[in-house]
């Protein structure tokens, strides 16, 4: 069986914490709405400058405590801004099945 040379482009996204390289949908997106609005964006579709960020829980506790979405948004987080993404990042803390990985 002959099989053509596949031509499949997977978009890759590297994550702002720890500059890793994942797939786009193993990454998650946070955005800067064009009306100045940081948030967690699930739909990776929501227009406005992304951010993304690993899977990584440690990643996204710093990108909620540090200045790395700041830096790549290039806009100064609200503290509400930070309480919703430290939001979502306590849910994913509490999935089952959570592997914590130190390296
Ligand atoms: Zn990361």
Partial sequence: MAKKGRRKHIPQRTCVVCRRIFPKREVNRIVR????????????????RGAYL?????CWE???TGNFL?????????PAQRAALQEELERRKALPGQTSRSG
């Fill in 70 to 78: 700041d830096r790549a948004l290039k806009t100064k987080l609200t």
């Fill in 62 to 64: 710093k990108a909620v």
């Fill in 54 to 58: 690993c899977n990584d829980i440690a």
């Fill in 33 to 48: 709405s064009p009306e100045g609005e940081v948030h967690y964006d699930p739909t990776g579709k929501a227009p406005g």
